[in-house]
């Protein structure tokens, strides 16, 4: 059983579009982190949320951490096909992450 | 500074052989990380070691043995490797960021 359930599994869009990614636990962690990772290769860090409410902001793409530090949410704002990769969101408590599943996301030309 | 290095990339064995996977890291990180990921299960943690001397299990540690070799070095083993066990396997350091290695695709037969 997956701590960190993420929504959708799959997503495709087409570039311009607005997608958002979904991550909700009913655990509390002291933090909460997104990576993007590529075939082949390991996970990313994109960024870290530690405050409930807390909303940040990277270029196109926004995070946002849940009042309760239970939940998280991804939002990209026009896609590019550069975005294409695989989100896996991380609770952090302690020395220790506990991941979703990830949500594979297709951005076609 | 290469960051997080894995070997080897690939490897095939049959059941019940051994093996040892390598893991180093150059950032001078206390913690270490053993991670595999499975297709729809994200990455789940196999055993992690705080600080050089110790190590703990982590969600999934049966079948598998890790030493931490020096403050560098953190290895996982597979003492009688089974099917079950083909994955892609991920090792990471982090003091608050966890950065990972390329990655070793293990094919048990």
């Known amino acids: 059983t997956q701590l960190l359930e993420q929504s959708p599994q799959f997503l495709s869009i087409q570039e311009g579009e607005n997608l958002t990614v979904y991550c909700n636990s009913s655990?509390?962690?002291?933090?909460l982190q997104w990576y993007r990772q590529e075939p082949g290769e390991g996970p990313v860090l994109l960024v870290t949320v530690v405050t409930g409410g807390e909303v940040k902001k990277l270029k196109r793409l926004t995070f946002q951490f849940g009042d309760a530090r239970k939940d998280s949410s991804l939002h990209i704002t026009a896609a590019q096909p550069g975005d294409t990769g695989l989100y896996l969101c991380a609770g952090r408590n302690d020395y220790k992450l506990s991941f979703g599943a990830g949500t594979t996301v297709t951005v076609r030309a | 500074n290469a960051g997080v290095t894995q070997t080897p990339k690939f490897q095939v064995l049959k059941t019940g052989q051994s093996m040892t996977l390598q893991c180093a890291q150059d950032?001078?990180?206390?913690?270490m990380y053993w991670y595999r990921q499975d297709p729809g299960m994200g990455l789940r943690l196999i055993y992690y070691?705080?600080?050089?001397?110790?190590?703990d299990k982590g969600e999934v540690p049966n079948g598998y043995n890790v030493s931490r070799l020096n403050k560098r070095e953190f290895s996982l083993r597979l003492e009688s490797a089974a099917p079950s066990q083909t994955s892609v396997y991920f090792c990471?350091?982090?003091?608050?960021?966890?950065?990972f290695g390329p990655g070793t695709r293990l094919l048990v037969l």
């Open positions: 950032m001078n990180h206390n913690s």
């Open positions: 070691s705080a600080s050089e001397g110790t190590t």
């Open positions: 990471a350091s982090s003091s608050e960021t966890q950065y």
């Open positions: 655990s509390v962690f002291s933090s």
